[in-house]
T-cell receptor, first 109, second 114 residues
Framework: GEDVEQSLFLSVREGDSSVINCTYT??????LYWYKQEPGAGLQLLTY?????DMKQDQRLTVLLNKKDKHLSLRIADTQTGDSAIYFC?????????FGAGTTVTVRA | EAGVTQFPSHSVIEKGQTVTLRCDPI?????LYWYRRVMGKEIKFLLH????????ESGMPNNRFLAERTGGTYSTLKVQPAELEDSGVYFC????????????FGEGSWLTVV
């Protein structure tokens, strides 16, 4: 919890962009991840970024990393109802993942 | 290819009872991990197996929790006796290599202790 922090809730209108923010404390983090958990389902790896990268884009998803500020964000373009879920930020420098508490994203029509 | 499978998906037990959760990793994955999320909190690491050996069990809450991975295939996580604060979702994950990005999670075992 204290290692990775993210806001708990985000409400966004369908078609708009969503931006989920995350901060972490471990400067030795090697990988940073975004996982998605839909209601009643498991954790799905959405995307990840290596610590020496600033940005990664994958279709509607854009990950931005500011290593100096230890800030990670996930932008979802053209948010759809199927994007409603809990999004977890996580970091690791070896085998162990440290997760945030998750941001619940609600997409409204 | 089958993913990480967990059983049971949901379990409701009384305080003081015993529950055993099972995880079948992806075939060929030597690394197996257990994580837990209690209601509304972050997902926390419990332990890491490489084959049948426990590499790191620093996240195990107390001695009421016992994890095993006999033969280096599936793993079990036993909670005995269960307490109310053990309620949560227990996730299992596996990977071919440790310290890499390809960690696959199961759907979780949702445990409620009443």
């Amino acid at each position: 919890g204290e290692d990775v922090e993210q806001s708990l809730f985000l409400s966004v209108r369908e078609g708009d962009s969503s931006v989920i923010n995350c901060t972490y404390t471990d400067s030795s983090s090697t990988y940073l991840y975004w996982y998605k958990q839909e209601p009643g389902a498991g954790l799905q790896l959405l995307t990840y970024i290596f610590s020496n990268m600033d940005m990664k884009q994958d279709q509607r998803l854009t990950v931005l990393l500011n290593k100096k500020d230890k800030h990670l964000s996930l932008r979802i373009a053209d948010t759809q109802t199927g994007d409603s879920a809990i999004y977890f930020c996580a970091e690791s420098n070896d085998y162990k993942l440290s997760f945030g508490a998750g941001t619940t994203v609600t997409v409204r029509a | 290819e089958a993913g990480v499978t967990q059983f049971p998906s949901h379990s409701v037990i009384e305080k003081g009872q015993t529950v055993t959760l099972r995880c079948d990793p992806i075939s060929g994955h030597d690394n197996l991990y257990w994580y837990r999320r209690v209601m509304g909190k972050e997902i926390k690491f419990l332990l890491h197996f490489v084959k049948e050996s426990k590499q790191d069990e620093s996240g195990m809450p107390n001695n009421r929790f016992l994890a095993e991975r006999t033969g280096g295939t599936y793993s079990t996580l036993k909670v005995q006796p269960a307490e109310l604060e053990d309620s949560g979702v227990y996730f299992c994950a596996s990977s071919q290599e440790s310290g890499r990005n390809t960690i696959y999670f199961g759907e979780g075992s949702w445990l409620t202790v009443v």
